[in-house]
């Protein structure tokens, strides 16, 4: 397992580079929505609130690697960018659900290693921005999951079929330690299940979970190769494909 660690250097500039210029703020800032019906307007004034909501965040992020004498420059784009353009509410819920569960992973790990008695002001400043980042994503990610599950509620019901029960606020479980070992489960349900948990558990939650071997290791093998930095290729997963590839890119903040 990988043992968490403090440099306040790194850690600051990489919080810039994954918040400064991620999904919610492509979303709000670059990207046309396409509002087809009330639940793609509600996720568009979703998303606005909780760029809103960040923006203070980020300045004072900003002053952190000011007084570390980090020059800040504003990152591209971690993503295929043009792909979410022009596209519905729905689906930027969707993909900004794939993109927000990891980075809420990651930054929950790098607080982890604030704990404790701090030496220098920007160890705490950054202690600060990463408690209000987090409860700002945590916040952010009911919201949408919520509209998103009323969505399919609707469409069930109007289908005649099964709805599923909101459960509020509580998290996501089933059965058995690694509850998102199940190949019929969709990607952004199986991150879900590994919130808040380590880097080991969310690399593995992102495979396709068929432990097919083709990578030379089951899923969790795999898993704990590259959370352990023995792996370095993180293409292998051949069932998940592209969409496994990127999860793990942005576990892994490659």
């Given at each position: 397992m990988t043992t968490t660690?403090?440099?306040?250097?790194?850690?600051?500039?990489?919080?810039?580079?994954?918040?400064?210029r991620d999904f919610l703020d492509y979303a709000v800032t670059v990207?046309?929505?396409?509002?087809?019906?009330?639940?793609?307007?509600?996720?568009?004034?979703?998303?606005?609130?909780?760029?809103?909501?960040?923006?203070?965040?980020?300045?004072?992020l900003y002053t952190t690697l000011a007084g570390?004498?980090?020059?800040?420059?504003?990152?591209?784009?971690?993503?295929?960018?043009?792909?979410?353009?022009?596209?519905r509410g729905v689906v930027?819920?969707?993909?900004?659900?794939?993109?927000?569960?990891?980075?809420?992973?990651?930054?929950?790990?790098?607080?982890?290693?604030?704990?404790?008695?701090?030496?220098?002001?920007?160890?705490?400043?950054?202690?600060?921005?990463l408690d209000d980042f987090i409860s700002a994503r945590q916040d952010a990610h009911k919201v949408i999951?919520?509209?998103?599950?009323?969505?399919?509620?609707?469409?069930a019901?109007?289908?005649?079929?099964?709805?599923?029960?909101?459960a509020g606020d509580a998290p996501v479980v089933a059965d058995g330690e690694y509850p998102w070992h199940n190949e019929d489960m969709e990607l952004v349900d199986r991150m879900k299940l590994?919130?808040?948990?380590?880097?080991?558990?969310?690399?593995?939650?992102?495979?396709?979970q068929t432990d097919c071997t083709a990578c030379g290791y089951d899923c969790e093998g795999y898993a704990q190769a590259i959370a352990d930095g023995e792996e370095a290729d993180l293409t292998k997963c051949a069932p998940g494909e592209q969409e496994t590839q990127e999860m793990l890119e942005r576990l892994t903040g490659k």
């Open positions: 660690t403090r440099n306040i250097r790194q850690d600051a500039a990489a919080l810039w580079k994954s918040e400064s990207a046309t929505p396409l509002a087809l019906d009330e639940t793609d307007e509600k996720i568009s004034v979703a998303f606005q609130e909780a760029w809103e909501a960040e923006q203070p965040l980020i300045r004072r570390l004498g980090i020059t800040a420059d504003r990152p591209a784009c971690g993503f295929s960018a043009p792909q979410y353009n022009f596209v930027l819920g969707q993909a900004w659900l794939r993109f927000a569960i990891p980075d809420l992973a990651r930054m929950q790990e790098m607080r982890a290693a604030y704990d404790g008695d701090l030496d220098s002001l920007e160890e705490r400043q950054l202690r600060a921005v999951d919520k509209l998103l599950l009323s969505a399919a509620n609707a469409r019901a109007a289908a005649g079929e099964a709805v599923e029960d909101d590994a919130e808040g948990k380590g880097l080991f558990e969310n690399l593995y939650a992102a495979m396709a």
